[in-house]
């Protein structure tokens, strides 16, 4: 790393010893003082603690505030356990907030109290990180923040106030709050009457239902301000500008899981607090040259769209609602007969049978960003009619009886299935994986289904196949025509009903599950648009061998 000009270093004084405490443009460091250091209080220090130091990078810093010795505990109860000594050899005081590294992908906001003996230097010390913070462009001053208190638990309020406010707080990020009192309530007053330009970032508390809901507002609103049509499938979006912030209270959290590590209020907060992003994919799905939705994460139908159309009744049970449908619908075992047309990714880097993952900085995320625009993709961008074109160059077909079609435009890994539906899945390369699992015995399924949950490869199975594709359709066997599918609807109490009596048969239609919403229609068409959005995110951060490496001592 090119070094840095030195903005400070001064000896402060730190718990019981003194340190030296460093700051340039980069990093700010402390670093114990073995010799001639003084023991005030008398305490023990642990021996690997002597002469040990702490770097932080800047960009990690969240706050720093002063102490108001003289009033004594205004920001700090433990300033009044120390000796009257110190008070007095040292009666100035500042805290560093910063974030602390914990295990699993958590981050903490941890908290360094360094004392000075001048007033004066205090001062120099709060200023100058003051002005380091402030030249940190990417950081939100003013967020819009919606909370469904609906989702997961119920407990989005409850956490956003606890956990979240008193962190953004801290940062000096201003809030408007507001609190959904209906489904569609975020989505429409985003597309419509939230005034944008105010904000540096929108924050979702809630699911992944939620987030979707954020997606559908920010990403119609910036296409009807720049006259767009999203009902055209070839159209190419205009990206958002703001940034999104997931903090998780659903039922799967996907969405936050694949883009931070973990699903915890606290580490997805500290992200939007210090101004990270990630873009990431979205895809539009149509229906007939009609715009019916978009999806980040998964569109999956068979399977997991009947999960999600059993556990929807079942609201009531929270998060384990998709197990109960879950167990409920991997029974019942349906496969659904049609046929799969998709333009493979060929001049991407990646496979989805990759043992590399998309990790923060990902190299490949970073080298696609601008493929689905290029040229060379134009001529082979629409999507064949499965029944005349079907050998169209470029595009290839699948037809047969799936159990599960799944498109997994992020690994979506999440607490259920840490390592998601597509492990090698990247979150901003401007494709999705298509997933195709043939009809086979249950014990197989259940097979495939629990390689979710282990290190074992689910595509290595002779019913399973799965290509990495820019756009790709679904025409379902019986859909003949659009009076059909609609008459599907009508008509499907009736026919489950003879399902149920003839246990051998399988309805002829599904539903698509996209992102925890279920499709009206069976036969879509799907493109991705790379990078249409970005969240306060990093990607998942490799994680260090040893804990000592997350923060590593500095080498002074
Ligand atoms: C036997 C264990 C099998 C574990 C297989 C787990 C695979 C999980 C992959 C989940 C991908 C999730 C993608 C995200 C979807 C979300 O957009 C969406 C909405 O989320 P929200 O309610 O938070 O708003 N969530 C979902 O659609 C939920 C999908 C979850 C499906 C769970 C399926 C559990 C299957 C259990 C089968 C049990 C068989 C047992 C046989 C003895
Ligand atoms: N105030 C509200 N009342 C009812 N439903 C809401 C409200 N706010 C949002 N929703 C809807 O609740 C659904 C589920 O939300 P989500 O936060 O994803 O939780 P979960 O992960 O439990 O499904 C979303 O589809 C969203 O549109
Ligand atoms: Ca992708």
């Known amino acids: 790393m090119e070094k840095q000009p030195r903005l400070l270093a001064s000896q402060l004084f730190l718990k019981n010893s003194v340190f030296e405490v460093l700051l340039n443009g980069v990093l700010l460091t402390w670093k114990e003082i073995p010799a001639n250091k003084k023991v005030i209080s008398g305490s023990i220090h642990h021996p690997l603690k002597v002469g040990t130091s702490h770097s932080v990078s800047v960009s990690e810093i969240l706050a720093v505030r002063e102490l108001h010795v003289d009033g004594g505990t205004k920001d700090d109860g433990r300033w009044q ?23 699993q992908h958590r981050w903490r906001c941890s908290d360094v109290t360094f004392h000075c003996s001048e007033w004066a230097l205090c001062q120099q010390w709060v200023q100058t990180i003051r002005e380091q913070l402030t030249a940190l462009t990417s950081r939100p001053k003013h967020l819009l923040v919606y909370i469904n208190p609906y989702g997961g638990k119920q407990q989005g309020k409850c956490i956003y106030e606890q956990k979240v406010a008193p962190l953004f707080a801290c940062a000096s990020i201003s809030t408007d ?4 009192e209906h489904a569609n309530h975020a989505r429409d007053h985003l597309k419509t009457e939230a005034e944008l330009k105010k904000y540096d970032g929108v924050v979702c508390v809630g699911g992944d239902g939620m987030f979707s809901e954020i997606v559908h507002g920010l990403v119609s609103r910036t296409q009807r301000d720049n006259g767009v049509d999203q009902n055209s499938p070839e159209e190419k979006l205009v990206p958002c500008t703001l940034r999104i912030g997931i903090i998780p209270a ?19 907060a500290l992200h939007v607090i210090v101004g990270d992003s990630q873009p990431m994919d979205v895809c539009s799905v ?21 999960v999600l159309a059993d556990s929807e009744r079942k609201r009531w049970m929270g998060p384990a609602r998709y197990d109960f449908s879950g167990f409920k619908k991997f029974l019942t075992h349906h496969h659904y007969e049609g046929a799969v047309s998709f333009l493979p990714a060929t001049d991407t880097l990646g496979t989805p049978r990759d043992k590399t993952r998309c990790r923060a900085g990902c190299f490949i995320c970073q080298h696609d960003g601008q493929l689905y625009s290029g040229d060379s993709q134009e001529e082979s961008k629409t999507a064949p009619d499965v029944s005349d074109r079907e050998y169209e160059v470029g595009w290839g077909v699948v037809r047969g009886k799936f159990l599960a079609i799944n498109a997994a435009s992020m690994s979506c890994a999440c607490p259920r299935s840490p390592k998601g539906l597509s492990p090698a899945a990247h979150l901003a390369d401007g494709t999705t994986d298509l997933i195709l699992v043939r009809k086979c015995s249950r014990f197989n399924f259940l097979r495939h289904l629990l390689r979710h949950t282990s290190k074992d490869d689910q595509f290595d199975m002779t019913f399973v196949e799965v290509h990495r594709v820019r756009r790709f359709r679904f025409t379902p066997r019986h859909c003949q025509n659009d009076s059909e599918l609609d008459l599907r609807e009508n008509g499907k109490q009736l026919f489950s009903q003879i399902c149920r009596d003839h246990p051998a048969c399988s309805s002829a239609y599904s539903s698509w599950n996209c992102d925890g919403e279920i499709l009206p229609h069976a036969a879509i068409e799907v493109g991705v648009h790379c990078q249409l959005i970005k969240l306060f995110a990093r990607g998942i951060e490799e994680q260090p061998l040893f804990e000592d490496l997350a923060n590593p001592p500095c080498a002074l």
Do not use: W
């Open 286 to 306: 149509h229906h007939n040259n009609t715009f019916l939705r978009y999806s980040v994460s998964l569109l999956g139908y068979g399977f997991y769209g009947d």
């Open 81 to 103: 356990k120390m000796s009257q000594k110190l008070t007095e050899a040292y009666p100035y005081a500042f805290t560093v907030s910063y974030v602390e590294r914990a295990r």
């Open 250 to 268: 659903g039922s799967t959290d996907c969405i936050c899981y694949a883009t931070v590590g973990i699903n915890d209020p606290v580490t997805s």
């Open 177 to 180: 709050v507001i609190v959904t």
